[in-house]
């Protein structure tokens, strides 16, 4: 799998909140633009889990005609069924996707035995390259380095998105996986210098979608191992990267797009706009960045 930086896409609506296919063809001509290594849809920042299965199709084939052959499109599944992650793994594949990322199954919390399963069945069934996605705070489960390992084994999975920000465990994910075909990237804007300079792949970020360029430099600067260009991107937009996070995600990243008058839209209940207090201070480090 292509190391990199890869932009966790918005998905922008119109103001009745339908979806904006313009506004999305747009924001991928960006990134086309930016070199980004590749597109992430459908992920939480893409608000998967508020869309019709019909927009889902939608937003891929959209993606994948703007920035197939250009860069690398993976969009994630977002599913805590088997039957239904393997539905959307064949559609997806058939839209002409480069790899499927699959979160670990939400709300149901399945013991390691059962994830493991998950991820085997839908990898000996999937057309195209798996990459795993582990994320606690959404799932309720922390895959353990361990689990990955074992997973890593299959030659149909890739690599993983471990939004788990400890050292330690990110450390042994990389160590476990070291002499497997299986690329580790960090899911945080926070941790993507860091990771990559101690051995990672790459970042799924949320800044991508404000700062594309950027990212791309950043994570090319530290995987070419010019640490000092690296790091200076990566003070220069710390605070960016953490305002990103503000509240829930993708609440700022919209509110920045539409700061600088680019497609976003508001979001889909139960989701909110980022409070008044939030989005001033994201302003101002709009400003102090030159972005607004």
């Known amino acids: 799998?292509?190391?990199?930086?890869?932009?966790?896409?918005?998905?922008?609506?119109?103001?009745?909140?339908?979806?904006?296919?313009?506004?999305?063809?747009?924001?991928?001509?960006?990134?086309?633009?930016?070199?980004?290594?590749?597109?992430?849809?459908?992920?939480?920042?893409?608000?998967?889990?508020?869309?019709?299965?019909?927009?889902?199709?939608?937003?891929i084939k959209i993606v994948v005609k703007e920035a197939k052959g250009k860069i690398k499109v993976v969009p994630d599944i977002c599913v805590m069924s088997l039957w239904k992650g393997i539905e959307r793994v064949k559609e997806f594949a058939d839209l002409g996707v480069d790899y499927i990322c699959?979160?670990?199954?939400?709300?149901?919390?399945?013991?390691?035995?059962?994830?493991?399963?998950?991820?085997?069945?839908?990898?000996?069934?999937?057309?195209?390259?798996?990459?795993l996605h582990n994320a606690q705070a959404r799932t309720g489960i922390d895959m353990a380095p361990e689990t990955s390992a074992i997973l890593a084994k299959h030659p149909n999975i890739v690599g993983t998105k471990d939004g788990n920000k400890k050292l330690d465990h990110l450390a042994k994910l990389l160590h476990l996986t070291k002499n497997d075909d299986f690329e580790v990237f960090t899911g945080k804007d926070t941790t993507a210098f860091p990771f990559v300079s101690f051995g990672g792949s790459?970042?799924?970020?949320?800044?991508?979608?404000?700062?594309?360029?950027?990212?791309?430099?950043?994570l090319d600067f530290a995987l070419g191992g010019n640490n000092v260009e690296a790091i200076k991107l990566h003070d220069e937009n710390y605070e960016l990267f953490e305002a990103l996070r503000y509240e829930t995600n993708p609440m700022a990243a919209k509110k920045a797009l539409n700061l600088m008058n680019l497609p976003a839209g508001s979001l889909r209940l139960p989701l909110t706009e980022l409070s008044d207090a939030k989005t001033d201070k994201l302003r101002k480090i709009m400003l102090k960045r030159g972005l607004i």
Request: glycine residues 8%; hydrophobic residues 40%.
């Open 1 to 59: 799998m292509k190391k990199g930086a890869y932009t966790l896409l918005i998905t922008p609506y119109k103001n009745d909140l339908s979806l904006d296919q313009d506004g999305l063809k747009l924001l991928v001509q960006k990134q086309v633009e930016a070199g980004i290594h590749g597109m992430a849809p459908l992920g939480v920042t893409g608000e998967n889990t508020l869309l019709t299965d019909e927009e889902v199709n939608t937003v």
């Open 102 to 131: 699959v979160f670990a199954p939400y709300f149901v919390i399945p013991k390691p035995d059962g994830l493991i399963k998950f991820y085997e069945k839908l990898a000996d069934i999937s057309p195209v390259p798996i990459m």
């Open 202 to 218: 790459g970042s799924f970020t949320v800044a991508g979608n404000i700062i594309p360029k950027t990212m791309k430099n950043m």
